[in-house]
């Protein structure tokens, strides 16, 4: 069965190639409220977000109450496992989480981009391990007919100061003239190493920066002359992929741009848990409208199915792309397909909840699982994380994608169609 599922892919990826414009040796780019593809029609994006693989956070490991940001995560799995079977565990994490049967189970469903998000410490140097990972996703979007777009998920010195960032609970890059630098850096890193790439659709410069709280409103001025400065360094080495510029507040707030200062750029927004009307969205479009530039929605979803279709039925209607947040999670139906928690995740969940730090390791010892507990239910997770071993959540897919193929109709707990 599972053969002949992934032939099933297989060929399906096959017809995207010969189908999509990813592969035809053009880049994609925008023209006044559009973005087109690289045969210059119009691209309405239809993406899904890879959180979760790079950039890890905590409630999609059911964590809540415990380790949110990726260093809390690794410092807790290395109490768990011990240094060197930590950094084995998040070597071969990285390598299962995404594959390319995730890849052409993306594609065969409809969808058209992927949009990726990316720690700065993995892409430290032209050989980092990052680029090895994401060079083989966008190799593989290439064949399965995928745009990717690259998301600065967590920038040096954290742009929100909070879990997502995995910053210094402060968004320190907004401040720090050595964080900005490192930033700008590190796009000149990935422009370099991209540039000729025509599968890769953008660069989506900061997610989420600066958080709606009471007194960061004063950071407000200085996000779109730190995104003037990442964009000009890109801009010398790259002429031809989209910038794609999201807003303050959590990428809610256009207030905090003037007229666009490049010509191929896309700004984005996100949404979620809001209503489904008009009045949502008209900001935005009044952006749009303005400005004579296309908006793009980079994350929404964690809800209901039917709030999903609603929403992306609204987006739709006002011919607005979209990529919904996340592909792939811990136990859930709100994304394309999830995994199940690993015999004993309960005494891990348990354990991760309680008060932290040295001070506090004589009151957890114990209550600390037995090691065997542990070892198992990690290895299973490596396990339980591979494609081959999630469940499709059709309800959820079909809410945006309802054309997508009868191979999506699963059993609840088969783990595939």
Not at 265 to 288: A, E
Not at 315 to 343: C, E, H, R
Not at 383 to 391: D, G, K, L, V
Request: a negative charge; aromatic letters at 12%.
């Amino acid at each position: 069965m599972i053969a002949m599922i992934r032939t099933c892919l297989f060929v399906t990826s096959l017809l995207c190639v010969a189908a999509t414009t990813a592969a035809s040796g053009q880049y994609a780019h925008t023209r006044g409220t559009e973005v087109l593809d690289g045969k210059d029609e119009p691209l309405q994006l239809k993406g899904t977000n890879l959180g979760n693989w790079l950039v890890p956070e905590g409630y999609m490991w059911s964590f809540d109450g415990g380790p949110q940001s990726p260093k809390e995560i690794q410092s807790y799995v290395t109490e768990l496992l011990g240094p060197t079977r930590a950094d084995q565990f998040w070597h071969t994490y990285r390598e299962r989480y995404i594959s390319q049967d995730d890849i052409r189970f993306i594609r065969a469903q409809g969808y058209n981009s992927i949009r990726v998000p990316l720690h700065w410490q993995l892409f430290q140097s032209d050989d980092a391990e990052g680029f090895r990972l994401l060079d083989r996703v966008v190799q593989w979007s290439h064949e399965a007919g995928l745009y990717v777009i690259l998301d600065l998920h967590a920038a040096p010195g954290g742009q929100t100061g909070t879990n997502i960032d995995d910053g210094h609970g402060y968004p320190w890059l907004l401040r720090d003239p050595g964080a900005q630098q490192q930033t700008i850096d590190l796009w000149l890193r990935l422009a370099r190493h991209y540039r000729k790439s025509t599968t890769v659709l953008g660069y989506d410069l900061l997610n989420e920066p600066i958080p709606n709280y009471p007194g960061y409103e004063v950071l407000h001025p200085e996000l779109e002359p730190l995104y003037k400065r990442i964009a000009a360094a890109i801009r010398t080495v790259d002429r031809h992929h989209i910038l794609i510029l999201g807003g303050a507040e959590w990428d809610g707030d256009f207030s905090v741009f003037g007229p666009p200062f490049d010509s191929n750029t896309i700004y984005q927004l996100h949404k979620y848990w809001t209503g489904v009307n008009q009045t949502t969205l008209q900001p935005f479009i009044d952006y749009r409208t303005k400005y004579h530039v296309p908006i793009w929605l980079g994350e929404s979803g964690e809800n209901t199915d039917t709030w999903v279709m609603h929403f992306r039925e609204l987006l739709d209607q006002n011919a607005i792309g979209w990529a919904f947040w996340p592909y792939k999670k811990m136990q859930a139906t709100s994304a394309p397909v999830s995994f199940a928690p690993p015999a004993g995740w309960d005494q891990i969940v348990a354990y991760a909840k309680l008060s932290r730090g040295d001070g506090n390791v004589k009151q957890r010892i114990q209550q600390r699982p037995p090691q065997p507990v542990i070892d198992a239910a990690f290895a299973t997770l490596l396990n339980n994380i591979e494609f081959h071993h999630c469940t499709v959540n059709a309800g959820y897919i079909h809410a945006l994608l309802p054309e997508a193929p009868a191979l999506l109709e699963a059993s609840p707990g088969t783990g595939h169609p």
